[in-house]
Every structure is written in C-alpha cells, then in structure tokens.
T-cell receptor, first 113, second 109 residues
Framework: NAGVTQTPKFQVLKTGQSMTLQCAQDMNHNSMYWYRQDPGMGLRLIYYSASEGTTDKGEVPNGYNVSRLNKREFSLRLESAAPSQTSVYFC????????????FGPGTRLTVT | QKEVEQNSGPLSVPEGAIASLNCTYSDRGSQSFFWYRQYSGKSPELIMSIYSNGDKEDGRFTAQLNKASQYVSLLIRDSQPSDSATYLCARVGNNRLAFGKGNQVVVIP
C-alpha cells in the first residue's frame, strides 16, 4: 500500500515549456487535490476533484489544467511554465467527498528558469 | 479575514515541556478541524482530527475545539526533539480544506 505517489520528484523547466505532474493513490479514495506551497504563503489549492468525473478550481488555478483520469489518478498540467510557478507541488487524496482527512503525496519540487 | 489564522511566530520549547499552538477560524459553520505536522522538506502528515467541542487526546497530542470562541488548539506534552516541525491547522468547507500558514515548533534538547 503505497498511499499517494507523485512523479517526478524534481523538475527544472525553462519558461514556456510544458509538463504534466502525475499523482496516483491506491487507497480507493474518492477525492483528490493539487496544492502548491510557497514560503510565507502556506498551502494553496490549485484544483480538486471531489469525485471521479468532476474537477473544480481552487484558489490559484490560473496557468494550470487538470485531468481526473480515473479514480486512482489525477494529473496537473502546466501548459506554458512561468517563473511564478516555481514551487513545491503536493497531491492529496481523501476518502470523503467533503475533503476531510486528506493524505498527501511526497511532493514535486519544480523550478522554472 | 482569512478562513484559518495561525498568528504565532516560531515557538521554542525545552525538551519535556508542553508546546501549545492556537488557530482561529472565521466561519461559524465549520464543523471539522485537522492538525498536520510537516517536517522540513517533507509533505504534511495528518496527526489529529477533531469534530466536536472539547478535547481529544491521542498519545502526547491533545486537540481542543471551542466553537463558541472559534478556535482550535494543539497541545504537545513531553515535547521531544522529533516534534520539531511546522504544524498546520485546517478546516473543511465547500469540499476542500482551508489551511493556516502554520507554526514552527523547535524543541530544544
């Protein structure tokens, strides 16, 4: 039981490049989330999927897109990376649609130059 | 006003002492609250959930919820160097968690 896994662990992009961050959970959770964490800003929600087949914007969705591929997988895409997207990205999942008791993946450290 | 506020600066406590962390929230309808621990360079880890007024104890951790005053607190008894981390308070609402910015705890041996 791996919990929540994320790939890659580290990534360096040049401005304008695109990439997809992958997230998978093996806990049969219904809801999945993408956050970014920046110094002094705390955890900010980018997008979430309360259940398979649905996605919704969080606090900071601009510049990102998501896909809930199936119940296990939730990917985050940066279409045209900008230096302001340099951050640590966390995926999380929750059994409950309410969002309670979320469990986090190990994170992806992204640098955009 | 932010949904969840953690205003205290870094907290230094001697080993064996009690660390006390506080969190206030703005939505009176909030029902469910959580404390996460985050070690430097790691992801947040859920350590306590509290859903009703009063105290909830789990090992050396006690969470306290006071809905009338709209605050949640976390007590860490017999603090250990391994408790040195940032602690994040969160509440659930609108199918998501709102997090405070966190409080850093440093336990001094």
């Amino acid at each position: 039981n791996a919990g929540v896994t994320q790939t890659p662990k580290f990534q360096v992009l040049k401005t304008g490049q695109s990439m997809t961050l992958q997230c998978a959970q093996d806990m049969n959770h219904n809801s999945m989330y993408w956050y970014r964490q920046d110094p002094g800003m705390g955890l900010r929600l980018i997008y979430y999927s309360a259940s398979e087949g649905t996605t919704d914007k969080g606090e900071v969705p601009n510049g990102y897109n998501v896909s809930r591929l199936n119940k296990r997988e939730f990917s985050l895409r940066l279409e045209s990376a900008a230096p302001s997207q340099t951050s640590v990205y966390f995926c999380a999942s929750s059994l409950l649609v309410s969002g309670a008791e979320q469990y986090f993946g190990p994170g992806t450290r992204l640098t955009v130059t | 006003q932010k949904e969840v506020e953690q205003n205290s600066g870094p907290l230094s406590v001697p080993e064996g002492a009690i660390a006390s962390l506080n969190c206030t929230y703005s939505d009176r309808g909030s029902q469910s609250f959580f404390w996460y621990r985050q070690y430097s360079g790691k992801s947040p880890e859920l350590i306590m959930s509290i859903y009703s007024n009063g105290d909830k104890e789990d090992g050396r951790f006690t969470a306290q919820l006071n809905k009338a005053s709209q605050y949640v607190s976390l007590l860490i008894r017999d603090s250990q160097p391994s408790d040195s981390a940032t602690y994040l308070c969160a509440r659930v609402g609108n199918n998501r968690l709102a997090f405070g910015k966190g409080n850093q705890v440093v336990v001094i041996p």
